[in-house]
DNA sequence: AATGTGACGGAAC
DNA sequence: CGTTCCGCCACAT
């Protein structure tokens, strides 16, 4: 399982996807259940290279942070979208841009069994 | 070919 | 969870 395969995007797509509402993960988490625990910072890429392209079907970007809830991807959202998205789920906030993983934190690893 | 750069993460302090 | 440092790896230059 190595990150530059063909369709390591299209798999961190299909993890972001189901992520459920009021939910968020980190970079680190998708990588490993991906198989690929070095490929973070992949992860940050494929969703960087996701709102520069166009996809079938929109996924919830904006429910992925990083491993201590802050939202590091902000400045690819138009102005504040990211975090507005955020908070319109009831995501609770414990500063500016960071949320709370103790509540929100969705583990693709515990979550998802098979696919 | 060589070097710098990150939507990262973990360890050490 | 501050700062700093380091391993990581696809990409840009």
Redesign the pocket.
Known sequence: M???SADFYNRVYKVVAQIPEGKVT???AIAKYLGVE?????V??A??N??SGKLEFPIP?HR?V???GYL??RA?FDGDTMRERLQQEKIVF?DEYQVDMKLHFWDPQVELSES
């Open positions: 190595n990150p530059n980190n970079y680190g070095s490929g973070a910072r992949m940050g890429y969703l960087n996701y709102l970007a992925v990083n491993r201590l590091t991807g690819y414990i």
